[in-house]
């Protein structure tokens, strides 16, 4: 098995390298789709965030 990604370990070890390259790939993408998670929550919350805002400005006006 060839290792996709570059290697820190020497070539004798290619089994370690290529189980070690696999967890860190592996361990790259599931931080990167929480952070691609986390931004989306955030981008599909601020219409809601909005609405509660103007709410509460529309509350405060007719107080006043």
Same mark, same amino acid.
């Given at each position: 098995? =060839?290792?996709?990604?570059?290697? $820190? *370990?020497? #070539?004798?070890? #290619?089994? $370690?390298?290529?189980?070690?390259?696999?967890?860190?790939?592996?361990? /790259? *993408?599931?931080?990167?789709?929480?952070? *691609?998670?986390? $931004? *989306?929550?955030?981008?599909?919350? $601020?219409?809601?965030? /909005?609405?509660? =805002?103007? /709410?509460?400005?529309?509350?405060?006006?007719?107080?006043?």
């Amino acid at each position: 098995m =060839i290792s996709r990604f570059p290697s $820190i *370990l020497p #070539v004798e070890a #290619v089994g $370690i390298s290529d189980s070690f390259d696999f967890l860190s790939a592996s361990f /790259y *993408l599931s931080c990167r789709t929480l952070c *691609l998670k986390s $931004i *989306l929550k955030t981008l599909l919350n $601020i219409p809601k965030r /909005y609405d509660t =805002i103007r /709410y509460k400005m529309k509350e405060e006006l007719w107080i006043k």
